[in-house]
């Protein structure tokens, strides 16, 4: 009770205008109460009927979670062959796929589409996922536990037998809306990856909703953030608008309620932000990502930075003729540039650059980077942790620019609840012209969506159809929420 009551004494702010609920202990992981010391608070609050669905969501997992008798019970469900109708508790399984921006911003997708079909969220936590968040949930767990019979998690993908579009191509399931329970599986796999076909991409018709719904488990994995497609389905279409009657803020909500790092990552962003950000009067975020299906030279991606940097006005230029400027520390502005990226070179030249030259504002900049680990390692837990180290790092910043189609941007910038500035994809292996634009909205890109309008049975621009939803800057096919 004690930690409790801690909790509850807090200003509002720090439960993150109620979407933390109460009974937590504090000191198991300190980023949940710490970490809105470290930006201004959002203006963003969220609805009073989203809290009123997180509180529901929480004794819902509670009463469904991991060593419960309702688990145990849908376990022997699982176990029997075939679903069962009028079960108290049914589950989304999300497993990983691909790196952990992507990661993120699927269990995201995933805890939305739980929320909305009354399902419970568990996560199969591998190796490299281990002691990164913190549990998002009061007195449970979302860890699926190791027993679970379904022992091939890792390895779902398109070619996997019991995934929703293979059941449906191979008429071992059937599209009807009245079939029974008993006569479906005890379990789907829901592969939402980008090299999904038409009959996966059925999962977001709404007559296919109707199916799944009498599915007790589902198992999903996907590397793509697909709630702007959520929003497209008319059965949750209500519901989510009760929820987010600010559509960009899906991901900044939700990002921060489910999101916390464990106390090891916590220290690392800790230690960082107050030994180098916390001094400067502004910061500027720049999250440096290449592709290798995207070449470009690290010099003319450098340039690009800078132009797009310039252009906007975000970072100062140099002064190529003074050599010198007395700036009194007392009156000149304080910047400070946070760098991420795999590789130092970038952190290099913008270091090089305001330590041989003066700026022409006058402004006092400084240059960090916390690492560059060369390489993506997604199946390394260090490598895992000061990723999220550094993604919570750029969201404490001011002013952001993003690298286009990267998902670990995308966290970012939603958590922080800003609108980056993305650097768009090089053309022939050069920058484009512009080098960036501003995004029109906070939300994060769903990269290939399904264009398939299932009343019309025909195909149809997803970024046409209704007025919240739009094509997004950096991936031209891609939607997001605006
Ligand atoms: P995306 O590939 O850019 O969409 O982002 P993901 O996060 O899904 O995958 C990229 C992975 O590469 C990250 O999760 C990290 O493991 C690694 N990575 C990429 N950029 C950085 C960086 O700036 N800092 C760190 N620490 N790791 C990075």
Redesign the pocket.
Known sequence: RGSEDAALSLPRDSRLGGLIAPGFDEQSCISRYQSCHFRKPTPHSPSSYLLSRLRKYEALHKRCGPNTALYRKSITQLNSGHSMNLMECNYVVWAPF??????MLTIASAFLYALVTNRVLLIHQTEDLTDLFCEPFPGTSWVLPSDFPVKDLSSLRLGTEQSYGNLLKNKKIKQDAKVMSESLPPYVYVHLQHDYEHTDRLFFCDEDQLVLKKINWLLLTSDMYFVPSMFLIPQFEEELRWMFPEKETVFHHVGRYLFHPTNAVWGMVARYYTSYLAMAEEKVGI???TFSWLPISSENFFNQIIACSRQENLLPGINLNATFAASRRDKAKSKAILV???YSEYYERIKSMYFEHTTATGEIISVYQP?H?EQ???DKQS??Q??LA?MYLLSYCDVLITSG?????YISQGLAGLKPWILLSPKDQKAPDPPCVRAMSMEPCFHAPPSYDCKAKKNVDMGAIVRHVRHCEDVGQGIKLF
């Open positions: 691909n790196g952990l921006g992507n990661r999250q440096i990502r991420t990226s795999l690492t680990e993506q390692k997604t490598h895992n000061k990723a550094e189609w990267s998902t670990f941007g």
